[in-house]
């Protein structure tokens, strides 16, 4: 298994506070990507990293921010946590984006359940 | 832009019957095509890749997917089913659009498995 670690794993937080979700990766892999998932939305991608402070939005960033200050290190931060950020979140990997015309496949982290009250 | 959409979201089979799991894709370009599985309280695990090498891919558990150009489709296969199989199955599709390799997930299709 790719080693990314997510911290917490879980965690209650009240709304108006803020929340940092920390990946962890040993693969020294260049890309890494914070997911939330949700029942009928599939994994929707909030943030994506090319290297070390390099990142760029996804999809539902509003509410979220990133950095990346090593290349093992990514950190999610909900800067004031609202109820409709309750969801799953998951860190991915990746060696890189492409090669030559082919996309490299994504490692997933084990997730962190977070709930916003 | 690139797209994907899975055809079910549910799918409810007997152990030991075949399993079909459909996804359709979109995208301008010569795409790369992932189907990865959950299984419940998981990460995501890769299951299979196809990136223009082969039209019928082979992947871990006895899945496989068959690249189908003209009918822009890239459907999950298995000839019989374990209880083992119930889990989330999700097809993504990533290609150079918009100078950008940024993956497309669907949004799951739940694999029920009786016994």
């Known amino acids: 298994d790719a080693g990314i670690t997510q911290s917490p794993r879980h965690k209650v937080t009240e709304t108006g506070t803020p929340v940092t979700l920390r990946c962890h990766q040993t693969?020294?892999?260049?890309?890494m990507y914070w997911y939330r998932q949700d029942p009928g939305h599939g994994l929707r991608l909030i943030h994506y990293s090319y290297g070390v402070k390099d990142t760029d939005k996804g999809e539902v960033s509003d509410g979220y921010s990133v950095s990346r200050s090593k290349t093992e290190d990514f950190l999610l931060t909900l800067e004031s946590a609202t109820s409709s950020q309750t969801s799953v979140y998951f860190c991915?990997?990746?060696?890189?984006?492409?090669?030559?015309?082919?996309?490299?496949?994504?490692?997933f982290g084990p997730g962190t359940r977070l709930t916003v009250t | 832009a690139q797209s994907v959409t899975q055809l079910d979201s549910h799918v409810s089979v007997s152990e030991g019957t075949p399993v079909l799991l459909r996804c359709n894709y979109s995208s301008s370009y010569s795409p790369s095509l992932f189907w990865y599985v959950q299984h419940p309280n998981k990460g995501l695990q890769l299951l299979l890749k196809?990136?223009?090498?082969?039209?019928l891919v082979k992947g871990i558990n006895g899945f496989e997917a068959e690249f189908k150009k003209s009918e822009t489709s890239f459907h999950l296969t298995k000839p019989s089913a374990h209880m083992s199989d119930a889990a989330e199955y999700f097809c993504v599709v990533s290609d150079r659009g918009g100078g950008s390799y940024i993956p497309t997930f669907g949004r799951g299709t739940s694999l029920i498995v009786h016994p």
């Open positions: 991915a990997i990746s060696e890189d984006l492409a090669g030559v015309g082919v996309s490299y496949e994504q490692y």
């Open positions: 693969e020294n892999h260049r890309y």
């Open positions: 196809y990136t223009s090498a082969a039209t």
